[in-house]
Nanobody, 123 residues
Framework: QVQLVESGGGLVQAGGSLRLSCAAS????????MGWYRQRPGKRREWVAS???????DYADFVAGRFAMSRTRGNHTWYLQMNNLKPEDTAVYYC?????????????????WGQGIQVTVSS
């Protein structure tokens, strides 16, 4: 069974840094795209960053050079390095991926989400 698990969230002061990780498990044979989203209190979920297979990261405008997304060579773990955090970055962060995988037979590509992880930035 395919699962995405985030780690690395927590509480940080404004101007600080956090590094989020997302680990994908299961019989994955292709990761077509991976990304990060967030949902701020009272707001809709919004896209933060993503990488398509063979491509470079893309970022939302509000990242403004503060965040950097990277991945391992096998594409089964990816990261979001967040620097110069602001109180308005406080949110639940979710990792996301479009995966092809085996569950009995070859399946996908299907979209998967992590359970979300809290990031709180104090002023």
């Amino acid at each position: 069974q395919v699962q995405l698990v985030e780690s690395g969230g927590g509480l940080v002061q404004a101007g600080g840094s956090l590094r989020l990780s997302c680990a994908a498990s299961g019989r994955i044979f292709s990761n077509n795209a991976m990304g990060w989203y967030r949902q701020r209190p009272g707001k809709r979920r919004e896209w933060v960053a993503s990488i398509r297979r063979g491509g470079d990261p893309d970022y939302a405008d509000f990242v403004a050079g503060r965040f950097a997304m990277s991945r391992t060579r096998g594409n089964h773990t990816w990261y979001l390095q967040m620097n110069n955090l602001k109180p308005e970055d406080t949110a639940v962060y979710y990792c996301n991926a479009i995966l092809s995988y085996v569950e009995g037979v070859a399946r996908g590509p299907d979209e998967f989400w992590g359970q979300g992880i809290q990031v709180t930035v104090s002023s």
